[in-house]
T-cell receptor, first 114, second 114 residues
Framework: DAGVIQSPRHEVTEMGQEVTLRCKPISGHDYLFWYRQTMMRGLELLIYFNNNVPIDDSGMPEDRFSAKMPNASFSTLKIQPSEPRDSAVYFC????????????FGQGTRLTVV | GNSVTQMEGPVTLSEEAFLTINCTYT??????LFWYVQYPGEGLQLLLK?????DKGSNKGFEATYRKETTSFHLEKGSVQVSDSAVYFC?????????????FGSGTQLTVLP
């Protein structure tokens, strides 16, 4: 397996524009996580899915953020409208069942909102 | 709720020095514990893990022991190398019911000088 695949790797957009980040988890994994990493706040869990169903979205900062998982092999994180304070690295991770199962991370999308 | 507290960085060591990065946790039940490493420009990757009390995880010369009595999972390496320079994250995973909680510490930046 190629691991967790995220696209794009880098995104620069203007304030107010819509941004869509994409993630393909490892085949067979039941859990998918979206994280945001910044210098100030570290690694924050935004939302996670189990079997394509959103389980906990309490980390989503506000209504401008939304996430979907239409099938087991694809998820999106959308920001609309984007703001400069959304600039961060966004990671997607997936894992199998069981709390001992490790999470596998993608290489991240570095988002810059100007 | 669950939480992970790890040693503030940054940590700077000379090559071949001994490394300890402290990690303590708060969790209900019996979580699994992990150390992840993040190299510059990359996603997090699993370094080692332990799934029950007194287990020792080890990999690439790093080791950590799951201490339930002190709720700790300190990372150690006897002789660090320049290539170990990275950010290290302590994490725990628990599965209350059908939920899945994956909680990370704030990360510790390690720089090893030749």
């Amino acid at each position: 397996d190629a691991g967790v695949i995220q696209s794009p790797r880098h995104e620069v957009t203007e304030m107010g524009q819509e941004v869509t980040l994409r993630c393909k988890p490892i085949s067979g994994h039941d859990y998918l996580f979206w994280y945001r990493q910044t210098m100030m706040r570290g690694l924050e869990l935004l939302i996670y899915f189990n079997n394509n169903v959103p389980i906990d979205d309490s980390g989503m900062p506000e209504d401008r953020f939304s996430a979907k998982m239409p099938n087991a092999s694809f998820s999106t994180l959308k920001i609309q409208p984007s703001e400069p304070r959304d600039s961060a690295v966004y990671f997607c991770a997936s894992s199998g069942e069981g709390q001992g199962a490790e999470a596998f991370f993608g290489q991240g999308t570095r988002l810059t909102v100007v | 709720g669950n939480s992970v507290t790890q040693m503030e960085g940054p940590v700077t060591l000379s090559e071949e020095a001994f490394l300890t990065i402290n990690c303590t946790y708060t969790a209900t039940g019996y979580p699994s514990l992990f150390w992840y490493v993040q190299y510059p420009g990359e996603g997090l990757q699993l370094l080692l893990k332990a799934t029950k009390a007194d287990d020792k995880g080890s990999n690439k010369g790093f080791e950590a022991t799951y201490r339930k009595e002190t709720t700790s999972f300190h990372l150690e390496k006897g002789s660090v190398q320049v290539s170990d320079s990275a950010v290290y994250f302590c994490a725990l995973s628990s599965s209350p019911g059908s939920a899945r909680q994956l909680t990370f510490g704030s990360g510790t930046q390690l720089t090893v000088l030749p």
